[in-house]
């Protein structure tokens, strides 16, 4: 079955420094990987996705996310994080078969210290 | 001009009322969704319509009742309301088929609280 896991609930940052946000999946096949960011009050907003070709993809805001099968990951970056990215982060996996169906993670609470 | 709207974006209500929200997008897209986030933040998919049909449904109590008056449109409605009902719903839309991309379109979140 589809999993996504996202194994840090909470991560505190400084502005200005760097972030990386740890996704795993489970899936049988190649999987459609997805990170949305959600504000307090707001929707998903897509920050990024892999389907295939090249494994670092670049997002909106500044976030790229690497594509790495043999760890069964897809990591969110951001070399320099401002005040306005705390929120919560979800990765998500989709079917290639492309159902329209995405499995999320339990999202990760990201927090800017001034 | 939103892409995914929903209303009412708050709903406060008692325990064994019936509720509806709903749900309308202007992306042209053919296939539209209901998500619950639950208190612990957690998305998982209830239903889901592609051109007015149910193509998936997530054993989801037949008190939820979805329906899709048309592509843009898709209403929930839950009936006999339960404590545990209360979390926020999402719905979203996206483009299914050749050239689908799978993307997720979300609305703002219905917030409904049962009491």
């Known amino acids: 079955a589809q999993s996504v896991?996202?194994?840090?609930?909470?991560?505190?940052v400084s502005e200005g420094a760097s972030l990386e946000l740890r996704c795993?999946?489970?899936?049988?096949?190649?999987?459609?990987?997805?990170w949305?960011?959600?504000?307090?009050?707001?929707?998903?907003?897509?920050?990024?996705?892999?389907?295939s070709g090249d494994t670092l993809v670049q997002g909106i805001k500044g976030f790229e996310a690497e594509?790495?099968?043999?760890?069964?990951?897809?990591?969110?970056?951001k070399p320099s994080v401002h005040w306005s990215d705390a929120a919560e982060y979800f990765c998500a996996?989709?079917?290639?078969?492309?159902?329209g169906k995405l499995i999320f993670?339990?999202?990760?609470?990201?927090?800017v210290k001034p | 001009d939103t892409a995914v709207s929903q209303t009412p974006k708050y709903l406060v209500t008692q325990m064994g009322n019936d509720k509806s929200i709903k749900c309308e997008q202007n992306l042209g897209h053919?296939?539209?969704?209901?998500?619950?986030?639950?208190?612990?933040?957690?998305?998982?998919?209830?239903?889901?319509?592609?051109?007015?049909e149910l193509i998936i449904n997530e054993t989801v109590p037949n008190r939820f009742s979805p329906k899709s008056p048309d592509k843009a449109h898709l209403n929930l409605h839950i009936n006999s309301?339960?404590?545990?009902?209360?979390?926020?719903?999402?719905c979203a839309s996206s483009r299914l088929g050749t050239g689908g991309t799978g993307e997720l379109f979300f609305g703002e979140g219905s917030r409904l609280t049962v009491l």
């Open chain 1, 105 to 111: 993670g339990q999202g990760t609470t990201l927090q």
């Open chain 1, 93 to 99: 996996v989709g079917s290639s078969s492309n159902t």
């Open chain 1, 5 to 12: 896991t996202q194994p840090d609930i909470h991560i505190t």
């Open chain 1, 24 to 34: 795993n999946y489970s899936y049988g096949a190649t999987p459609y990987l997805f």
């Open chain 2, 30 to 52: 053919d296939t539209m969704y209901w998500y619950k986030q639950d208190s612990k933040k957690f998305l998982k998919i209830m239903f889901s319509y592609n051109n007015k």
């Open chain 1, 67 to 77: 594509f790495k099968r043999s760890q069964s990951s897809f990591n969110l970056r």
């Open chain 2, 81 to 90: 309301l339960e404590l545990g009902d209360s979390a926020v719903y999402f």
């Open chain 1, 36 to 51: 949305y960011v959600q504000s307090p009050g707001q929707g998903l907003q897509l920050l990024l996705k892999y389907f």
